[in-house]
């Protein structure tokens, strides 16, 4: 079952059946169904029509997002395991670029030259990658079901082999901006106008490579590359500020020559989109840092350098359970599967 725009998906694992509406891809000017050209008309500023949103339309998307880590939790309840905390750190953050149309992509033009980019550089976040790729209908709801199943497309971290919406294999951190700096400078050679995201994690910081790429995309004035920190804090098993006791990512980039613009509660997405849709110098590479919660959706797990890699005890399932809305037969649903 493709998930096509307009059309409401159901969600297989977990037993119930549950409806969304896909959120129609953004619309170009004169009322036309955007194309990949005509998606930037009047402005990179995709998501000001959010600005007129009532507070049931935000409440609303609140569900969504619950929705969205509910989904997450099954997904890797199906696969026996998953880095939980790290994914549901950047959904709002996946939220905005899928669902609120930062990106311009086509789902039925997924590997369109003009498209918009987005590497995963924290690639242990893939879980959160692969169920906004099915909620934005890039792939199919039930190859989620397949999670890291013998002879899946979608393992622990994101692989080059022919999944729409992956732009690069990542994983081994401090590569994903490396390689985004490649495909943003290629683009501006070739004369195409797409924009490259990559998303990093503030403790990968700590790679060597990030900072060659930092000082190269300074150099080539690549103005159409945006990375986006996603500031929880926590790395692994530890803090980041006791690892290598390294804060002030702002002064950082910016003495490498990137603007930077930071969002406080990068759980909010109205402030995400608000940022992430402001003009930038074109020749001026952009950091944006989300302060975010590790963990953020389920209280035993925010904040927690313990849930880097690990599932739920049987009384941490509990709280799972309860503050995701999840029933035993949905879990049971779930791994059935394996």
Same mark, same amino acid.
Not at 133 to 151: N, Q, R, V
């Given at each position: 079952? !493709?998930?096509?725009?307009?059309?409401?998906?159901?969600?297989? *694992?977990?037993?119930?059946?549950?409806?969304?509406?896909?959120?129609?891809?953004?619309?170009?000017?004169?009322?036309? !169904?955007?194309?990949?050209?005509?998606? $930037?008309?009047?402005?990179?500023?995709? *998501?000001?029509?959010?600005? +007129?949103?009532?507070?049931?339309? !935000?409440?609303?998307?609140?569900?969504?997002?619950?929705?969205?880590?509910?989904?997450?939790?099954?997904?890797?309840?199906?696969?026996?395991? %998953? =880095?939980?905390?790290?994914?549901?750190?950047? %959904?709002?953050?996946? /939220?905005?670029?899928?669902?609120?149309?930062?990106?311009?992509?086509?789902?039925?033009?997924?590997?369109?030259?003009?498209?918009?980019?987005?590497?995963?550089?924290?690639?242990?976040?893939?879980?959160?990658? /692969? +169920?906004?790729?099915?909620?934005?209908?890039?792939?199919?709801?039930?190859?989620?079901?397949?999670?890291?199943?013998?002879?899946?497309?979608?393992?622990?971290?994101? &692989?080059?082999?022919?999944?729409?919406?992956?732009?690069?294999?990542?994983?081994?951190?401090?590569?994903?901006?490396?390689?985004?700096?490649?495909?943003?400078?290629?683009? #501006?050679? $070739?004369?195409?106008?797409?924009?490259? /995201? +990559?998303?990093?994690?503030?403790?990968?910081?700590?790679?060597?490579?990030?900072?060659? %790429? +930092?000082?190269?995309? =300074? !150099? /080539?004035?690549?103005?159409?590359?945006?990375?986006?920190?996603? &500031?929880?804090?926590?790395?692994?098993?530890?803090?980041?500020?006791?690892?290598?006791?390294?804060?002030?990512?702002?002064?950082?980039?910016?003495?490498?020559?990137?603007?930077?613009?930071?969002?406080?509660?990068?759980?909010?997405?109205?402030?995400? &989109? %608000?940022?992430?849709?402001?003009?930038?110098?074109?020749?001026?590479?952009?950091?944006?840092?989300?302060?975010?919660?590790?963990?953020?959706?389920?209280?035993?797990?925010?904040? $927690?350098?313990?849930? =880097?890699?690990?599932?739920?005890? #049987?009384?941490?399932?509990?709280?799972?359970?309860?503050?995701?809305?999840?029933?035993?037969?949905?879990?049971?649903?779930?791994?059935? =599967?394996?």
């Amino acid at each position: 079952m !493709r998930a096509v725009a307009g059309n409401p998906v159901t969600a297989v *694992c977990g037993g119930k059946a549950r409806q969304r509406q896909e959120i129609p891809w953004q619309q170009g000017a004169g009322g036309r !169904r955007g194309s990949m050209q005509d998606a $930037n008309v009047g402005g990179r500023k995709i *998501c000001s029509r959010q600005s +007129v949103e009532t507070e049931n339309m !935000r409440t609303d998307e609140l569900t969504r997002l619950k929705e969205m880590r509910r989904r997450m939790f099954l997904t890797a309840w199906g696969g026996g395991t %998953a =880095h939980l905390a790290s994914a549901f750190s950047s %959904a709002e953050l996946f /939220y905005a670029l899928y669902e609120r149309k930062i990106l311009k992509i086509d789902p039925a033009d997924p590997w369109n030259p003009n498209r918009d980019r987005l590497i995963l550089s924290k690639g242990h976040a893939g879980l959160a990658l /692969y +169920v906004f790729l099915a909620s934005a209908g890039f792939i199919e709801e039930e190859e989620l079901d397949t999670f890291l199943k013998p002879g899946t497309r979608l393992g622990g971290e994101p &692989c080059l082999n022919g999944i729409p919406g992956v732009e690069a294999a990542t994983g081994s951190l401090g590569h994903g901006l490396p390689m985004g700096l490649g495909i943003a400078l290629a683009g #501006r050679l $070739n004369g195409q106008d797409y924009r490259t /995201y +990559v998303i990093l994690g503030d403790g990968e910081c700590q790679e060597g490579t990030v900072w060659e %790429a +930092v000082m190269a995309a =300074h !150099r /080539y004035r690549l103005g159409n590359l945006t990375a986006i920190l996603d &500031c929880n804090k926590i790395q692994k098993m530890g803090f980041v500020g006791d690892t290598m006791r390294i804060d002030g990512w702002r002064d950082r980039w910016q003495s490498f020559g990137w603007q930077v613009d930071e969002i406080a509660d990068g759980h909010d997405v109205d402030e995400i &989109c %608000a940022v992430l849709s402001r003009e930038n110098d074109p020749e001026t590479p952009r950091l944006v840092i989300a302060h975010t919660v590790k963990g953020k959706g389920v209280s035993v797990m925010e904040n $927690n350098p313990n849930w =880097h890699f690990r599932m739920p005890n #049987r009384r941490e399932l509990k709280i799972f359970m309860s503050e995701l809305e999840i029933t035993q037969e949905e879990l049971e649903a779930c791994r059935k =599967h394996i």
